[in-house]
T-cell receptor, first 115, second 118 residues
């Protein structure tokens, strides 16, 4: 009964470093998303995927890359980390189908600080 | 494109009292979902309540209910008998209901921070 699992929960990076935020879901959801949450700004969509092998940009994709090789996993890669990428990152998933209730299921978030 | 506006950055309520959080949205579609999510200090995003736009009846979940005014594009959340555990950031969100890749995106407001005073 894990749902959406994100790792790591906390990370500090130096400017210019790279890292990958891992996300996996065990609900067999077709759709997966990465959001970032900045104080007072709500959640902004970075990338999303409608199925394995298919990804697309959201509102704020610059500085990030994603891949979706399996239904379960949707890692987010930060290349050349910048202070502007200091944020809390949320992975989410949702189901596509006849019983789709529209709800997104969220991971617990990953707090990333770039110094 | 969808936009969601929460005009109240912060609200406070006395324990056991009722509070209403406001949300307005803009969409060109006629078929969509509306949600309220709660984010306590633990950071976890928790679904509070969901409303399908085609349903005229307002959704209710225990102490939580909504006032959905489709023509006015308004979707307020009422919390009755407020409890200390209700203290959190509350986000209003919308999503198209029809199929299609980008139509499954959830668009969020900026949130309302609710404080519950004992």
């Amino acid at each position: 009964n894990a749902g959406v699992t994100q790792t790591p929960k906390f990370r500090i990076l130096k400017i210019g470093q790279s890292m990958t935020l891992q996300c996996t879901q065990d609900m067999n959801h077709n759709y997966m998303y990465w959001y970032r949450q900045d104080p007072g700004m709500g959640l902004k969509l970075i990338y999303y995927s409608v199925g394995a092998g298919i990804t697309d940009k959201g509102e704020v994709p610059n500085g990030y890359n994603v891949s979706r090789s399996t239904t379960e996993d949707f890692p987010l890669r930060l290349e050349l980390a910048a202070p502007s990428q200091t944020s809390v990152y949320f992975c989410a998933s949702s189901y596509r189908g006849g019983t789709n209730t529209g709800e997104l299921f969220f991971g617990e978030g990953s707090r990333l600080t770039v110094l | 494109a969808q936009t969601v506006t929460q005009s109240q950055p912060e609200m406070s309520v006395q324990e056991a009292e009722t509070v209403t959080l406001s949300c307005t949205y803009d969409t060109s579609e006629s078929d969509y979902y509306l949600f309220w999510y709660k984010q306590p200090p633990s950071r976890q995003m928790i679904l509070v309540i969901r409303q399908e736009a085609y349903k005229q009846q307002n959704a209710t979940e225990n102490r939580f209910s909504v006032n959905f005014q489709k023509a006015a594009k308004s979707f307020s959340l009422k919390i009755s008998d407020s409890q200390l555990g209700d203290a959190a950031m509350y986000f209003c969100a919308s999503r198209y209901r029809n199929s299609g890749g980008s139509n499954y995106k959830l668009t969020f407001g900026k949130g309302t921070l609710l404080t519950v005073n004992p």
